[in-house]
């Protein structure tokens, strides 16, 4: 099943404890797109300035990604992020943000695009996705990311735009804003009482946690020793549970179940280098090899306890 | 296979966003016996005052464990500590402490108790800790806990004692100020180059993590909508990590993996009501329950991804 991406194409500055580059690829769209690109045939959705460049579009590329509702405006600069990362990488310090182009982004949808069985609607204007999501009437699964800035100044919207999609993939202090309540497992709840069929909580280096009405399900992160550059690890993470639910066909709890850790196993490479690097150059055997290790490390034998002595 | 417990025996008074208690039985050895005693025989080592009463004792009994080496110290009382939990319920709030008869405590072990299996060394001075592990020449596997106080106060003393041992359970703040490493990884890598069998991170509600020679394992904590009391969690943890182990013929990895899943389990019930309250009254049915669960929340089945479509 083809799957489709609405979402920012940027580029990023990047300044971690272990380094600096001052434009790599970045971006929503991107970084979800190259993801999903190793499970599914996916379109992205998006728009970029006269300076992306054909470096940027031959990522694109090289991954096979249909590039063709990437609106040019070749007189606009393509939207702009940049951030730092101190010791603890789950915080992300915005140094500067310049929308350019993406601040009018208005997405065009061609037919292709609008008839993907699949839709992730990444993070950008709640009504937006909602408008998006109602043109791809014939999606079968469609989940959409969403941030703290909108929860906090149009909270109704969030949830008019969730209560239209199938799934939610949020990290677990947007899903505490979302609900006010600090317990995840409540806050999760109540989110899939909007009628979703599963919120993912993503949870940074805890890893996530899927729930759905019947089941619930938790991943860890991978043990890496040194998280590089955190930049795009939810849309990656978007993108390998998206991108492997498209390869499938069914979606039931196990599937959603091995895309939390598909999601997880990709979300471990992007953060392994700057920018898109390490998820560019991937192969099939490493993305196996890593699902193997999320299986060794998490698997125990299921033998109940029975006391030999009584007592 | 026996197993022995050194640590102290308490009565605590709490206070939690869910209500509050003058004084329950509490303390390390409590907490720990009391899990254990579900699955080998205890010997608990510790000392009280004559404050300690029937009711306490009871306690003790109802779950067999052998109380000959908690020594009574008539004309004193017993630790006291006094604590607080707002709703971040991860930090404890220390409103007062009273060391009282465990100020001058000076393990003495029967024969019985020397000849145990398995030692497990609560948190108590290390130098102590290093005694009682000495005069248990024959146990086959001694896991230890200790605390921040000790770390910074006698960092060298501490890592003596993680010598003589063969496992250490504690939590993640603790592994990293022992080794001045920020991530969990390299930390417990550090510690087991100590010579450990394994290091087992506690993480609270995050889970718990085993790492050994060979293997890295990681469980969740059991997804609970209210955390009640999370006093004396870390005990019961170990408690049901060294009982399961000692009703093992075999201690290896795979024994390890579920040793965690049982300390996982008990703790969660711990937490449940104030004090050992619950696991006070649980029984097997329960616990095999929950470490089905347990296996349930974690499982997905093992199947790496083959594009059907070439790209």
């Known amino acids: 099943m083809s799957l489709t991406v609405v979402g920012s194409v940027a580029f990023d500055a990047l300044e971690t404890p ?29 728009v970029v300035g006269g300076d992306f460049g054909e470096a940027e579009w031959d990522v694109f590329r090289r991954h096979h990604i249909n590039t063709d509702d990437i609106e040019v405006v ?27 182009v993406f601040e009018t982004f208005q997405p065009k949808l061609s ?40 929860i906090s100044s149009m909270k109704d919207a969030v949830i008019e735009t969730i209560k239209a999609v199938d799934c939610i993939i949020i990290n677990d202090a947007e899903a505490r804003q979302l609900t006010d309540e600090p317990s995840i497992y409540k806050a999760a709840r109540l989110i ?17 946690t899927l729930f759905t009405k019947d089941g619930y399900f938790t991943t860890p992160a991978y043990p890496l020793e040194s998280v590089f550059d955190p930049t795009g690890a939810g849309d990656t993470f978007a993108g390998g549970f998206m991108g492997y639910l498209a390869a499938q066909n069914d979606i039931n709890d196990e599937v959603l179940r091995r895309a939390c850790v598909y999601g997880s196993v990709m979300a471990s490479f992007n953060v392994e280098k700057f920018g898109t690097e390490r998820v560019d150059g991937l192969d ?28």
């Open 192 to 208: 899939l009482g909007y009628g979703l069929r599963a919120v993912v909580i993503k949870r940074g280096e805890y890893g996530a």
């Open 74 to 100: 070749p007189d606009g600069r393509t939207f702009f992020w940049s951030g730092s990362y101190d010791y603890d990488m789950n915080t992300a310090h915005t140094l500067d943000t310049q929308l350019n």
């Open 111 to 150: 037919d292709r695009s609008k008839n993907a069985k699949l839709l992730f609607l990444a993070n950008i204007l709640p009504a937006l996705q909602k408008d998006v999501r109602l043109q791809c009437a014939d999606a079968r699964f469609v989940a959409m990311d969403t941030m703290n800035f909108w």
């Open 18 to 46: 272990f380094g600096k580059r001052e434009r790599v690829l970045g971006g929503a769209a991107t970084h979800f797109g190259l993801s999903a690109s190793f499970f599914t045939e996916v379109n992205a959705v998006g």
């Open 284 to 311: 099939y055997p490493e993305i196996n090899q890593r699902f193997r290790d999320f299986k060794l490390m998490t698997h125990f034998d299921d033998i109940p306890f029975e006391r030999s002595v009584a007592v």
